[in-house]
């Protein structure tokens, strides 16, 4: 047996010169030359104590009439650790799981660079298994946590608080026929009706931006289409009363208000009313409100939040948001190295073609705007080098670039993947739970 060479070493030495160790009940005689030859490890650093109180602070108990030293730790894997001193290598015990085997060498000191050569590559491939069983662990629970922010869900938890409330049951199922379109025939009938609206106010959102479309009124100022401004006002007033609807019918308003989801519903209808406020200020011409045009410019461009509305009815658009919420890492690091990449090749734009009156590239603000654009492979072609040596740097920003962004995005990929066969599978245990609350009432 291999432990075998630990008696033949020891038993050159005197009895007095031994110490005992007791580990779970397994007894151990060992020599202290021995474990000098590795003073970093937990039995090397008992020969340094000068105390009883050092000495058990690295050990559970010590007896000094025997200088046995007791240690409540696995017995079977410390033949391991004898095996160590002998040889300074560690090996791999079958049948311990990878993280038990870890947590018993930091105990005894043993670093992984000790481990024999025939078991590191298993350690490993052991050691990343559990690294990536626990980042699905992760983010799966990252992935709960967003979903139940970003949509109110409808689990029992949530069914549970109709009940007793006012107009329970009624309230339960509007509810149901707003949230979830699996639940019957209707409610998928007025998801696709909300789907509707929310591409025809897109569609006329577009076309109003369309100069054709306008009209002059009798002071020949420039108005906007009737026609467009009916089916706007239709779109507004169906989006108001699903907001308002679901927030009544909602089983915990705080919650409801709380989620980014809803948020986006009020901020798409909000910008409506507040146009409408200032328009009515603005009728006395005041010439305190000559900025409130430009400030009905911008709510009247806020409507692009009704794009985000579709959020709601796509399960894709959802793994997005919860992607990018959970890859805040991985997009920091591509800002930051674009960031880097753009500040050392503007500048040295900047220094091949700032002697050159041809160039475009004389300022430090616009070799910024140059990498910039090259980096991202944009290339809008109003500013390029025109010098050899600016050729060589603009290639290099675009091989740069192309590397810089490439990095990241095989991660983000793969979290979007499985955000999305997430997000799928939560959809249908939505609906079987919700398939479940319907029948019990009937059951009893």
Known sequence: MLYGHMYGYMAHGRDDCFINVNVGGFKQRMDPDMLKKFPQTRLGRLLCCSSQEAILELCDDFRPSDMEYYFDRNPLFFCYVLNFYVTGKIHLVDGLCVVSFVQEIEYWGIKERHLDCCCSDKFLLLLQA?????????????????????????????MELFEGSWCGDTRRNIWLHLEDPGHNTLAKSVAVASLSVVLLSII?????????????????????????????NICVLFFSAEFVLRLVVAPSAKRFLCSPLNMIDLLSVLPFYITIVFDMMDEGESTELENLGKVVQILRLMRVFRILKLVRHSAGLRSLGSTLSNSSREVGLLVLFMSVGISMFSALVYFVENETE??????????????????????????????????????????????????????????FSKFYEKQKQLDLIRQRTVKTNDFRPLQE
């Not at 369309?210 to 100022?221: F, H, I, K, T």
């Not at 041809?358 to 910039?372: D, F, K, N, Q």
């Not at 944009?378 to 603009?394: A, L, M």
């Open 204 to 232: 006329a959102m577009c076309v109003h931006s369309m100069p054709e479309y306008y009209e002059l009124d009798e002071n020949d100022r420039e108005i906007e289409n009737p026609v467009l401004t009916v089916i706007e």
């Open 358 to 415: 041809e160039s475009t590239l004389r300022t430090m603000p616009v070799g910024w705007w140059w990498a910039t654009i090259s980096m991202t492979t944009v290339g809008y072609g109003d500013t390029f080098p025109v010098t050899f040596p600016g050729k060589v740097v603009g290639a290099l920003c675009i091989i740069c670039g192309l590397l810089i962004v490439a990095l990241p995005i095989t991660t983000i990929f793969q979290k």
């Open 130 to 158: 559990v690294e990536d069983k626990d980042l699905d662990s992760d983010q799966e629970n990252e992935e709960g946590s967003d979903s139940s922010s970003m949509q109110l869900s409808i689990s029992e938890d949530n």
